[in-house]
């Protein structure tokens, strides 16, 4: 499968955000990723499971949520990425930016957001329910989305380490708010983020099946 790659510059608002593109021809649907807790488009974890992605014909966005001012300084304050509605905008922006492009906006569309991020692509999910098929939180804090939960119409699935307790019950209160369709799968022996042997892959299986099912063009 020949897959093109692209660095592009994203504009959202005011701002213009970094992202890398993976396109493969054909491509059956996107996914847009938002990166949490201090993450980049360079997230190592995120990489691998845009490579699944795109091995199953799925293009991949994956894009700084933060300029590059604001992660300079969150690095040392950390102020900026537990700002939801800031990162949720920014996720919405993506989103109608990504629709925008003549390209890539007839693509259906998937979000991937891991940790915060996964806040931010069910407040875009919220905001977008036209735009936005499916959803994907891994390792997520699903909860910090609040009132935007009962909004989002897209298949959301969670993904949550078995050796997570705290998290597997946010994210099951987060569920509960939902009036999607929704599903959560826990990973055995996983901690937070999915470092022992095996279980990366195991949830980047599990989101890959997700986006095939509920993605098409």
Same mark, same amino acid.
């Given at each position: 499968?020949?897959?093109?790659?692209?660095? +592009?510059?994203? $504009?959202?608002?005011?701002?213009?955000?970094?992202?890398?593109?993976?396109? =493969?021809? =054909?491509?059956?649907?996107?996914?847009?990723?938002?990166?949490?807790?201090?993450?980049?488009? %360079?997230?190592?974890?995120?990489?691998?499971? &845009?490579?699944?992605?795109?091995?199953?014909?799925?293009?991949?966005? +994956? %894009?700084?949520?933060?300029?590059?001012?604001?992660?300079?300084?969150?690095?040392?304050?950390?102020?900026?990425?537990?700002?939801?509605?800031?990162?949720?905008?920014?996720?919405?922006?993506?989103?109608?930016?990504? *629709?925008?492009?003549?390209?890539?906006?007839?693509?259906?569309?998937?979000?991937?957001? #891991?940790?915060?991020?996964?806040? #931010? &692509?069910?407040?875009?999910? &919220?905001?977008?329910?036209?735009?936005?098929?499916?959803?994907?939180?891994?390792?997520?804090?699903?909860? +910090?989305? &609040?009132?935007?939960?009962?909004?989002? $119409?897209? =298949?959301?699935?969670?993904?949550?380490?078995?050796?997570?307790?705290?998290?597997?019950?946010?994210?099951?209160? #987060?569920?509960?708010?939902?009036?999607?369709?929704?599903?959560?799968?826990?990973?055995?022996?996983?901690?937070?983020?999915?470092?022992? =042997?095996?279980?990366?892959?195991?949830?980047?299986?599990?989101?890959?099946?997700?986006?095939? *099912?509920?993605?098409?063009?």
């Amino acid at each position: 499968m020949n897959i093109e790659h692209r660095e +592009l510059d994203i $504009q959202a608002g005011t701002l213009s955000l970094p992202g890398i593109l993976a396109l =493969p021809s =054909p491509a059956r649907g996107i996914v847009v990723f938002a990166h949490g807790s201090g993450s980049s488009r %360079f997230s190592s974890r995120n990489r691998f499971v &845009a490579d699944l992605l795109n091995r199953a014909g799925l293009a991949t966005l +994956l %894009f700084d949520l933060l300029s590059a001012e604001e992660h300079e300084v969150d690095q040392f304050t950390r102020e900026y990425r537990f700002d939801i509605p800031r990162l949720g905008d920014r996720m919405t922006a993506t989103v109608d930016w990504l *629709k925008s492009q003549a390209d890539l906006g007839v693509l259906s569309l998937g979000l991937f957001g #891991a940790s915060t991020g996964a806040a #931010a &692509a069910l407040i875009a999910a &919220a905001a977008r329910p036209v735009e936005v098929a499916a959803v994907v939180s891994r390792g997520g804090r699903p909860d +910090l989305a &609040a009132a935007s939960l009962p909004l989002v $119409q897209a =298949p959301t699935l969670f993904i949550v380490g078995g050796l997570d307790g705290p998290v597997i019950d946010l994210n099951r209160g #987060a569920a509960g708010r939902l009036r999607c369709e929704h599903h959560m799968e826990i990973v055995p022996g996983a901690t937070h983020l999915f470092e022992e =042997p095996g279980t990366l892959e195991q949830a980047a299986g599990h989101a890959r099946d997700w986006f095939v *099912k509920y993605l098409s063009s």
